[in-house]
């Protein structure tokens, strides 16, 4: 019996204005046949956060229920506003007593009809029902309609056609809150900084600047007084804002010329940078990207760029410059600098490699890696993998936003009125030029943290806090060993549980074989796309042109769903902790490099400095960049009930108690530290790019 009482739970969601006083109706569609519209009827309509029961007396004979239709129509006729309902899942019980979660979680407009299918996942080689098929296929017809490829700038990653968040379609859309809270920080982070500047274009000193904050972080105060010290220039290239340049340096390149002679009084008695480099002592960051890019004018003063080569030396747990280079030619006019240079000659080079640092940071490793290949991977998705599909469920969270994100990035930042052209030295023709130099030196294995980690030779150096807790993170996330004790809790009760730790393995292992794998036509579209729009095609950068084993695919949704959750947090959430305070992370320079030594002086310093109104825009920018969402979803917080099976559920259940397990461990080796390194814990990092 297949006719007969349905009972239908709707869930609404709780984000604001997610409530509807609009007439819904639900159709039921099934192996048979389809039922004719039936009216939810409510007296109070379904407001934000309700939960309410219905039962429908259905006439018709549907047999097996497959899907679910949903229409919201507005009460009046008159109506001038279009008053949407977020739903967040409808649960159905059959006659029968067989229960079907059918998961929403999007936004309903007037006179809008939505088709679900229920919760469990499928591949589409094994969807057999040709009434499942034809809803696959046409749901991915509207979908490919709906998120379409711009080019942003040729060599660089395709972007979402939308370019305004209000035209994104409600499946992706903001949440009320979400919007309007990003819209009142941004108008008034100046008012909660409380900043105090003065009105003239130059700083009079260093004492003027560090009184601009009234409120601090602890980490923005260690780096006002520490910023000068050689010892915290060098632990930011392990533990700042941008930990991925450094490399180990076995060989020193012809165009760095630094000789015994220049830095044996930073070497131990009797050793040689040969010595050294044999040990894996010495270290390299090469900002050769900025080569020949020419300065932006701020106030129709010429700005200044460098392309420096800075040379580091690792002793009892600190890294120390000990040379700074500051173009990539070497010669006269382009001094080798060191720190036995007088104390503002060698500051000023510090200085330089600290805007080069900002351009590679925020272009590059930020902009660039997390947020526009965040995008490629979010629009392939929505392009090629239907809602039932797996990686779809387990993807979707980690995509949460990024799209909005990216499109105010592109309005408010890198446009031609935006952030980088009003306010920094790159911000013109060299910045779309850097980035696509950074673009075509892209590569899979420097997406992958383990791989990335022994390419540039970083396995064994000291506290470096980011490599550790990334590994441990990356692990967590792919596959955490095979075993391992936890605590866990269920009905209340703490006991010692035996888990096998695959999050990833272990899902993908569960729905593919890897004959699965190498049949699954929209997996494979999903990453042709990504390829394709990615600009990720070139051999060289060694990304799978196909997935032939579960292994394969495994390792690939790892690197994706790190890039966009561990990775991003490490590269974003520190950012007013480190760049707030303006002489340690400058964005613009108005004195070209020196090209000899002895002429800086303390005042030259200041004047090549970032002017006042400079500077204070890059600290309400990056104070903007760095606050929590007002509605954020920690990594391995998954509200939305995407998959119904129980393999999937323990496997989330587990991934979530490891990196609690994770949390603990850094807090507890936190408390050791003079400056905690926060940024990979769980308990900071988002699901994905929400900021």
Not at 20 to 35: A, D, E, L, W
Request: some cysteine.
């Amino acid at each position: 019996v297949t006719m007969g009482k349905y009972t239908v739970q709707v869930l609404t969601g709780v984000v604001v204005g997610a409530g509807t006083s609009k007439k819904v109706f639900i159709k039921f569609f099934g192996t048979n046949c389809n039922s004719k519209p039936y009216r939810l009827r409510t007296m109070t309509g379904f407001w934000a956060g309700s939960e309410q029961k219905f039962t429908i007396d259905v006439k018709e004979n549907i047999g097996e229920l497959l899907l679910i239709e949903l229409e919201a129509k507005q009460r009046s006729m008159v109506s001038l506003t279009d008053d949407e309902w977020f739903c967040s899942r409808i649960t159905v019980t059959t006659p029968e007593g067989a229960h079907k979660l059918f998961p929403c979680h999007r936004w309903m407009s007037r006179d809008k009809t939505l088709v679900f299918r229920d919760s469990v996942a499928m591949l589409k080689t094994k969807d057999v029902a040709p009434e499942l098929l034809a809803h696959r296929q046409e749901t991915m017809k509207r979908r490919r309609q709906d998120f379409n490829w711009s080019i942003y700038a040729p060599g660089l990653p395709h972007s979402v056609h939308h370019e305004s968040t209000c035209s994104l379609p409600p499946e992706v859309r903001f949440s009320f809150t979400k919007q309007k809270a990003f819209l009142f920080n941004s108008g008034s982070a100046f008012m909660k900084m409380q900043l105090k500047f003065p009105t003239r274009d130059s700083w009079n000193s260093f004492k003027e600047l560090n009184g601009v904050l009234c409120i601090k972080t602890k980490t923005y105060e260690y780096v006002q007084e520490n910023w000068r010290r050689d010892d915290f220039f060098g632990y930011q290239f392990l533990n700042g804002l941008n930990p991925m340049i450094i490399r180990r340096c076995s060989e020193l390149p012809e165009k760095f010329p630094v000789t015994d002679e220049m830095v044996q009084g930073f070497l131990p008695e009797g050793s040689t940078l040969k010595s050294e480099m044999k040990k894996g002592n010495i270290f390299l960051c090469d900002y050769e990207r900025l080569k020949d890019l020419d300065g932006n004018e701020l106030k129709k003063k010429k700005q200044y760029l460098a392309a420096p080569l800075c040379l580091l030396f690792s002793s009892q747990g600190k890294l120390i410059p000990i040379a700074i280079q500051l173009n990539q030619e070497p010669g006269a006019g382009n001094p080798i600098f060191l720190p036995s240079d007088s104390e503002h000659d060698w500051l000023v080079a510090k200085t330089f490699v600290r805007n080069a640092e900002f351009n590679e940071h925020e272009l590059n490793f930020h902009l660039l890696q997390t947020h526009l290949l965040g995008e490629v991977f979010t629009v392939a998705m929505m392009r090629t993998l239907p809602s039932c599909h797996p990686l779809f469920k387990l993807l979707v969270p980690h995509t949460r936003y990024n799209l909005q994100i990216n499109i105010m990035a592109r309005n408010l930042l890198v446009s031609a009125n935006g952030y980088f052209v009003k306010f920094t030295a790159i911000g013109n023709d060299s910045m779309t030029t850097f980035l696509k130099r950074a673009a075509s030196s892209l590569t899979y294995s420097s997406l992958c943290l383990p791989d990335n980690i022994k390419e540039r030779g970083m396995e064994d150096i000291p506290n470096y806090y980011y490599r550790d807790d990334g590994l441990k993170m990356w692990e967590i996330i792919h596959k955490y060993g095979t075993k391992k004790l936890l605590w866990a809790r269920f009905t209340n009760v703490l006991h010692f549980a035996l888990y096998s730790l695959e999050f990833v393995s272990g899902l993908v292992s569960h729905y593919y074989s890897d004959q699965d794998v190498q049949e699954d036509k929209e997996l494979h579209a999903w990453l042709t796309e990504i390829r394709e729009k990615g600009g990720l095609e070139n051999r060289q950068a060694g990304f799978p042109e196909s997935f032939c084993t579960v292994g394969e695919l495994a390792k690939f949704v790892t690197m994706v769903i790190f890039t966009v959750s561990g990775q991003h947090a490490a590269v974003n959430n520190g950012q007013f902790d480190f760049g707030g305070y303006m002489p340690n992370f400058p964005s613009s320079l108005r004195c070209p490099p020196p090209r000899q030594k002895g002429s800086t002086t303390k005042d030259s310093i200041l004047e090549t400095l970032p002017d006042v109104k400079t500077t204070v825009n890059t600290m309400a920018i990056v104070y903007l960049l760095s606050e929590d969402s007002s509605d954020r979803y920690p990594l391995g917080h998954y509200p939305e009930e995407l998959f119904s099976e129980e393999t999937p559920q323990k496997l989330m259940t587990q991934f979530k108690i490891a990196l609690q397990d994770l949390e603990r461990s850094i807090e507890g080796r936190n408390k050791t530290l003079d400056l905690p390194y926060t940024y990979l814990n769980p308990r900071t990092v988002d699901n994905s790019i929400a900021i």
